[in-house]
């Protein structure tokens, strides 16, 4: 299945105009900046190709390109899947008069996040769930998780590893998994070595709190 069709000339316009307007919003983000958006839209744009579910391109891009609007203006993301899907809806409403389409997709942008506690149910909602974690995975990912991010060092670090940990294995779709197989990879060799890295740094900090060190300077 690459998709179900063709988007027609006035839906590519409509997504021009998401795009610009995205490319906008996003380019002082921290971490969900617009790299992150078109990475989203590449991930989804390749799983949908893959996959047996019938897919909308029009629908998927959308909210590929719109998933983390609720993301502007939010200290700590925790509802930018809710914030978002309302964002979505009067944003797309000044682009469109199609109620169901754009409740299609601002569904998108509320399921992608697993803070929304709604699970996505349709192939579109799914696709994009994976083509955002799949962006979180390996050396970019990681890099991204911890900006922004408050707290001492250690807790980022073990926040971020927890998180990434099970992203892989939350995927929907075996296809979203085979092209996640070498980021996955990746993923495990840096938690690795932060690991150690914490470790060694927890002995250290040990030896300095029991004047080891300074005593013997």
């Known amino acids: ?20 307007f995205v490319e906008d919003k996003h380019n ?76 299609r997709i601002s569904k998108i942008v509320v399921r992608h996040s697993p803070e929304s506690m709604i699970p996505p149910e349709s192939p579109e909602e799914k696709v994009v769930f994976d083509a955002d974690a799949l962006d979180r995975l390996g ?4 890099m991204r ?12 670090i073990e926040d971020r590893i927890a998180k990434r940990m ?3 294995h939350k995927l929907y779709y075996k296809e979203s998994r085979k092209l996640g197989k070498n980021l996955h990879k990746e ?11 914490l470790a060694k740094r927890a002995k250290q900090i040990h030896e300095i709190e029991n004047y080891k060190l300074i005593l013997e300077e």
Do not use: Q, W
């Not at 690459?2 to 998401?18: G, N, P, Q, Y």
């Not at 993923?187 to 890295?197: A, E, H, N, P, S």
């Open 1 to 20: 299945m690459v998709f179900t069709r063709k988007m027609t000339r006035e839906e590519k316009l409509i997504v021009e105009e998401i795009i610009r």
């Open 166 to 168: 099970a992203d892989y």
């Open 187 to 197: 993923t495990l060799d840096i938690v690795t070595r932060l690991r150690k890295g």
């Open 28 to 103: 002082r983000s921290e971490g969900h900046d617009y790299s992150h958006i078109l990475e989203v839209c590449r991930f989804s744009i390749e799983i949908a190709r893959k996959i047996k579910d019938p897919v909308d391109p029009f629908i998927l891009i959308c909210g590929a390109l719109l998933h983390d609007i609720g993301r502007l203006n939010a200290p700590n993301g925790m509802f930018h899947g809710i914030d978002g899907a309302a964002r979505t809806e009067e944003f797309m409403e000044s682009l469109i008069d199609d109620l169901k389409t754009i409740r």
């Open 139 to 142: 050396l970019m990912g990681m």
């Open 145 to 156: 998780g911890v900006m922004g991010k408050s707290g001492t060092m250690e807790y980022i």
